[in-house]
């Protein structure tokens, strides 16, 4: 079974709106950390943001939030007000805490286009 | 410099060529780590070091050699590789392995075997 799953190869949404980016996860793992990394075509992953599986609130880094809902293993990745350089590729990611040592897994991504 | 620096940017290189990647970390972190990105694949992890010793090692063919000889440092040396070895290859570097630790990336080295 896959760990990560991002179920939206590809994304549209119109500038200056708010999109949702959805990511499920597998896990038996107490503690575990999730990530969403965005990567333009430059190729260069760029971290966003973090949530801890103990973190009781979810997430915040500027325009970007994760909504975290423990129960149904989601890490839903929202950008509000969306802006050009937004288009890219999102990447979400876990960590896991006693089975997972330095591996990081990924999911298969998806794309975001932003339009004018 | 800051962050995770990655050379070269770009390579083209034949089958029977030796040529080697490098990574450094500028940011005191103690795990260093390789990964390969194919198109319409999910990123592999290939190789981690976690103060210049090897800890992970997934199963990569043995033309792929890591070096990392401290704990800024990352080599990955290449040699016969195959065309199906183009790809854009990343380092990353983290504290350490826990769960709440973030890996940052380099900007990756796109690879072209011919």
């Known amino acids: 079974a896959q760990k990560i799953t991002q179920t939206q190869p590809g994304m549209f949404v119109q500038e200056k709106e708010a999109v949702t980016l959805d990511c499920t996860y597998d896990?038996?793992?107490?503690?575990?950390?999730l990530f969403w990394y965005k990567q333009p075509s430059s190729g260069e992953m760029i971290f966003l943001i973090y949530?801890?599986?103990?973190?009781?609130q979810n997430a915040t880094e500027g325009r970007y939030s994760l909504n975290f809902q423990k129960a149904r293993k989601s890490a839903n990745l929202v950008i509000s007000a969306s802006q050009l350089g937004d288009s890219a590729m999102y990447f979400c990611a876990m960590r896991e805490g006693h089975t997972g040592g330095f591996k990081t897994i990924f999911g298969a991504g998806t794309r975001l286009f932003v339009k004018a | 410099e800051t962050g995770v620096t990655q050379t070269p940017r770009h390579l083209v290189m034949g089958m029977t060529n030796k040529k080697s990647l490098k990574c450094e970390q500028h940011?005191?972190?103690?795990?260093m780590y390789w990964y390969k990105q194919s198109a319409k694949k999910p990123l592999e992890l290939m190789f981690v070091?976690?103060?210049?010793?090897?800890?992970e090692n997934n199963s990569v063919p043995s033309r792929f050699s890591p070096e990392c000889p401290n704990s800024s440092h990352l080599f990955l040396h290449l040699h016969t590789l195959q065309p199906e070895d183009s790809a854009l290859y990343l380092c990353?570097?983290?504290?350490?392995?826990?769960?709440?630790?973030?890996?940052?990336f380099g900007p990756g080295t796109r690879l072209t075997v011919l």
């Open positions: 949530q801890g599986s103990y973190d009781e």
């Open positions: 990353a570097s983290s504290p350490g392995g826990k769960d709440t630790d973030t890996q940052y």
């Open positions: 940011l005191g972190h103690n795990a």
């Open positions: 070091y976690s103060l210049e010793e090897r800890v």
């Open positions: 896990t038996s793992d107490q503690s575990y950390g």
